[in-house]
């Protein structure tokens, strides 16, 4: 009973950070994190899609996340990482600056996204989680992909 | 999934594999081809269908099937001749069982009156009685058509002192493969007037009794002279599993004459549902002993098949494997590359060892290729039946000839063909051939031969569609063409451009809409989808004679000779079937045209320059051609252009990924691939990049799609 009780109100959040901000990622929707690899650019393509790499013989596309959100492109570092995450039937990395850390929060704290009068904070931002004074934007990563592809799926 | 759900799989992948077989047999008996081999093989078909199906109680394909199966037991005992009129009654019985099943998986439904009409045909062959006792079986209350026999054996007497006694004990064994006593002792019973007892002592009460075990047991005494390999036949399927005994003696009739008269009366309601009971659960528990339920399934197979030593293998496992030698090619490729850089000399042990890996990794990769590939047999044998029904429906008259069913071709390739081949022959049936009228007034024979053809032709698979008919009307062609806004009233076309005029999106030259061909949505989907496969489609038509459909695909969608080349800092591959040569122009060679477009003089004819990198958004302006290299490619339909590079790499096998697995299809690209280095490379679509040069250049309205 307690078990479900727990899972029923605790989310357990991947935190990163890019720029100066910080956002988090449901984790159930992450396979992986691994280190910055150059991708291959594709033509055709949106700004912020890197490229494809190659994880272990797939070949899955990385997204700049910093550029997705309108915040300018990012220059991958030593520090940059790639979270692999499952959208739907498919991988996609995820470029982001640094992963802060793995928590657990309770559901009931996650606020509403303030209206900023911003599409791109609408489209993308699920809540915002406060957190020791921080805050974390919730990622929705349901329209992160460019919308052709979701038409093609 | 349960696990008789997945029994029930097994089944009905058998069943593919068997009326596959089917039709395959009833078409070598139409050709005259057949034996009496044949004819066992076609009524073994249809009796390993009705058996499985009676274990799941499809009741409706039982009843179809046993009506068929009696049919063809007519044909094998000679009653029945096995003349061109029957075989065709036979083929429609058996596209009729082919929807039985498909009914029975919940796939589609079974045309009612057509079946109908079948088995009225069926019954008439076989004549009055046995017809009566077929329909009583369709009819009976038991879903089996099993009667119960009782028989006058007063004269027995008199008979010779043939008689048998048989035994039949079957195992635990032979229910948990799905087999049925019951139809066991149907068919002893057709061996021979016989009277059958169950021995149910060994039955214990319900508190003792394992659902699992086999308890039954049956005694069948023929009076009368019978054939001992006809009885053994009967359990030619279960072997060991039901153990059999074959007693014949004189005694034997002694005790039958001093029984009574009358049989006890079998309680076959009792029977059926001790079988019931026994097999019911045996079956639903196959499964939890692991590999179990695979056995059966291998062991018929191999049975059916004679002596060809084969097993069935999962396909996730071949792909899985075609996947990991595909990983294992790229490791190799990167340790070669690493030991190219570590500068050890080409005649160290290193590089000779590996040397020889890669020997190895590219046979692996051929083998393991070899294990998907499948001859396209497996797609061809559905067209027959697809053109029996389109001659029906447009009532002409069709002979459909069948060549090069041998040829192999990669699994990828094989579920991709079906669908072009039949817009292809519906093509050809529907808008190719006349009518018999116009076919006799045109002094043709009245019957209009398709040729379905497969080959192989350098590297590729190629499939020919063609009709003997009218061929294209390309003066009709034409208008229809300029009416519907798709070219120009005095375009200047060859006959071969007209003739391709209907691949154009939204072209019909059907002036009535027939339910056969759609309504002009065939072509130019048929030809897009192949597109996308990286294959070719083309028509020829020779007005009065006919017209050949041609279409070309790569033998493989899993891996790709390609030439490996270098634009800017980025690597690309191109296919190797694209191109028709490499070259470094001579700077006289490469001449301006316009403000900022360039062509190559090659062997007196001029072809359009494209340089990969500004075509794919890499670079905004051209490099010099003079200081590259050329690939000269032909597109689809013979267009040529020379693609600019800046470097050629050289020429390997890669392994081809998907980009719409996790992203989507991009223009201009065809398919990704690992290089020896870990990197990503995209593989060109050349066929896209021509194309996309001349969209740009070219104004409205719509020009030629090819």
New interface residues.
């Given amino acids: 009973m307690d078990a479900a009780k727990s899972h029923a109100e605790l989310l357990e959040l991947i935190s990163f950070r890019i720029g100066e901000q910080e956002f988090c990622l449901d984790i159930m929707a992450v396979r992986e994190v691994r280190g910055w690899a150059?991708?291959?650019?594709?033509?055709?393509?949106p700004p912020y899609v890197r490229?494809?790499?190659?994880l272990?013989?797939?070949?899955?596309?990385i997204l700049d996340l910093k550029c997705r959100l309108g915040l300018g492109e990012t220059t991958p570092t030593q520090r940059s990482v790639i979270i692999v995450v499952h959208i739907g039937q498919?991988?996609?990395g995820l470029l982001v600056d640094e992963v802060s850390e793995v928590l657990e929060v309770d559901r009931g704290t996650i606020q509403a996204t303030p209206s900023v009068g911003c599409g791109t904070v609408e489209t993308f931002v699920r809540g915002i989680i406060p957190l020791e004074g921080r805050m974390l934007s919730w990622i929705e990563l349901g329209e992160i992909?460019?919308a052709?592809?979701e038409e093609?799926? | 999934m349960d696990s008789l759900d997945s029994i029930r799989i097994t089944y009905f992948q058998e069943c593919d594999e068997l009326l596959a077989d089917l039709e395959q047999n009833l078409l070598m008996l139409e050709a005259g081809e057949g034996d009496g081999d044949t004819i066992n093989a076609v009524f073994r078909a249809v009796h390993s269908v009705k058996g499985g199906a009676g274990a799941f109680g499809f009741e409706a394909l039982v009843a179809f099937a046993h009506i068929f199966e009696t049919t063809l037991d007519d044909m094998r005992s000679g009653k029945l001749d096995a003349d061109a009129d029957v075989i065709k009654i036979m083929l429609r019985a058996s596209d009729a069982l082919v929807d039985h099943v498909q009914a029975a998986k919940g796939k589609g439904t079974v045309n009612e009156d057509r079946a109908a009409t079948i088995t009225q045909e069926l019954e008439a062959l076989v004549g009055g009685g046995e017809a009566a006792d077929a329909s009583a079986g369709e009819g009976g209350d038991d879903g089996w058509g099993f009667k119960p026999l009782a028989f006058d054996i007063g004269g027995l007497a008199d008979a010779t002192a043939e008689g048998m006694i048989l035994h039949m004990r079957p195992t635990a064994a032979m229910y948990v493969k799905g087999h049925d006593a019951v139809l066991f002792l149907r068919e002893l019973e057709r061996t021979g007037p016989c009277e059958i007892e169950i021995d149910t002592s060994a039955l214990p009460g319900l508190d003792a009794l394992d659902p699992e075990a086999s308890y039954l047991t049956w005694t069948v005494r023929w009076g009368a002279a019978v054939d001992e390999v006809a009885v053994r036949d009967v359990f030619d399927f279960v072997g060991e599993d039901c153990p059999i005994e074959i007693v014949r003696e004189a005694v034997a009739i002694q005790e039958l004459e001093a029984g009574p008269v009358d049989p006890p009366p079998i309680d076959i309601e009792a029977m059926l549902a001790s079988v019931r009971e026994t097999a019911g659960p045996a079956v639903a528990s196959a499964d939890e002993k692991g590999e179990k339920p695979a056995q059966p399934a291998a062991k018929t197979e191999s049975k059916a098949a004679g002596a060809a030593a084969t097993i069935r293998v999962d396909l996730e496992r071949v792909d899985r494997m075609i996947?990991l030698v595909?990983?294992l090619v790229?490791n190799q490729a990167m340790l070669a590359q690493r030991v190219a850089e570590s500068e050890l000399g080409r005649s160290s042990s290193i590089s000779m060892g590996l040397d020889e890996l890669e020997a190895l990794t590219r046979e692996i990769q051929d083998s393991v290729m070899a294990i998907r590939a499948q001859p396209v047999k497996s797609v061809f044998q559905r067209m027959p039946r697809l053109v029996r029904e389109l001659a029906g429906a447009t009532g002409k008259d069709v002979r459909l000839v069948m060549e090069g069913e041998g040829t192999e071709v990669d699994k990828t390739v094989i579920e991709r063909l079906s669908d072009p081949i039949t817009h292809m022959l519906r093509n050809a049936i529907d808008h190719g051939l006349e009518t018999p009228e116009e076919r006799a007034a045109a002094g043709k024979p009245v019957e209009g031969v398709v040729r379905l053809a497969a080959l192989h032709r350098s590297g590729r698979i190629v499939i020919e569609v063609d009709d003997d008919g009218k061929g294209i009307n390309r003066p009709v062609v034409r208008q229809i063409a300029v009416k519907k806004g798709l070219i120009a009233a005095d375009a200047p076309l060859t006959d071969d451009e007209i003739d391709n005029l209907i691949f154009l999106p939204g072209f019909s030259t059907a002036t009535a809409v027939s339910n056969i061909s759609g309504r002009g949505v065939g072509m130019d989907v048929v030809k897009r989808s192949i597109q996308a496969l990286g294959g070719r489609i083309s028509i020829a038509s020779n007005p009065g004679r006919g017209s050949t459909f041609t279409l070309s695909l790569p033998l493989t969608l899993a891996v790709l000779d390609g030439m490996v080349i270098s634009v800017g800092d980025?690597t690309l591959v191109a296919p190797l079937t694209a191109i028709v040569e490499t070259l470094r122009p001579k700077p006289d060679e490469v001449r301006p045209l316009g403000p900022d477009a360039a062509v190559l003089a090659v062997r007196g004819a001029h072809v359009p320059l494209i340089d990969v990198g500004v075509?794919?958004?890499?670079r905004r302006t051209p490099i010099d051609a003079t200081s590259g290299v050329i690939l000269l490619v032909e597109g689809e339909g013979g267009a040529r252009a020379g693609l600019v590079a800046d470097e050629i790499q050289g020429q390997r096998q890669v392994v081809i990924?998907?980009?719409?697995?996790?992203?989507?299809?991009?223009?201009?690209?065809a398919a990704?691939t690992?290089l020896g280095d870990?990197?990503?490379?995209?593989i060109l679509d050349v066929d896209a990049i021509i194309a996309a040069q001349r969209d740009r250049a070219e104004p409205k309205p719509l020009a030629l799609a090819s």
């Fill in positions: 150059a991708a291959t650019p594709l033509p055709h393509s490229g494809m790499i190659n272990r013989g797939a070949v899955l596309p498919r991988l996609v992909l460019p052709q592809v093609a799926a | 996947d595909g990983e790229i980025q075509a794919l958004g890499l990924k998907s980009l719409e697995a996790n992203y989507a299809r991009v223009d201009g690209i990704a690992i870990g990197r990503v490379a995209l």
